[in-house]
């Protein structure tokens, strides 16, 4: 089992940054691989970013390129989403997921793929 907790989420100004962590325990997620998802009210939940258990592949939803980067790290057991130039439209709980790589390039595109969910975090960006 893999347990994921979401921190970083908060309210934040249009054109604003913020920094969103996930921690994972019970296991070691250096051969998963990782996305973020997130939420708004009334709405599906959407990929935003996944990137492969090496880290050498990662991919973006087209509505965040440019401006959102996921990274990781296997020894801290953490993923990141740095999100710069914030817009309303951002608004949502972020929520990160995981789940066994198949390949070292593998990256999970889709939520039915992920076995693993973190309880998410707020996002709110204000115009």
């Known amino acids: 089992q893999v347990q994921l907790v979401e921190s970083g989420g908060g309210l934040v100004q249009a054109g604003g940054s913020l920094r969103l962590s996930c921690a994972a325990s019970?296991?070691?997620?250096?051969?998963?691989?990782m996305g973020w998802f997130r939420q708004a009210p009334g709405k599906e939940r959407e990929f935003v970013a996944g990137i492969s258990w090496s880290g050498n592949r990662i991919s973006y939803a087209e509505s965040v390129k440019g401006r959102f980067t996921m990274s990781r790290d296997n020894v801290k057991n953490t993923v990141y989403l740095q999100m710069t130039s914030l817009k309303p439209e951002d608004t949502a709980i972020y929520y990160c997921a995981a789940r066994p790589a198949i390949g070292r390039s593998y990256i999970a595109l889709s939520a039915y793929e992920y076995d693993y969910w973190g309880q998410g975090t707020q996002v709110t960006v204000s115009s």
């Open positions: 019970g296991r070691s997620i250096s051969a998963y691989a």
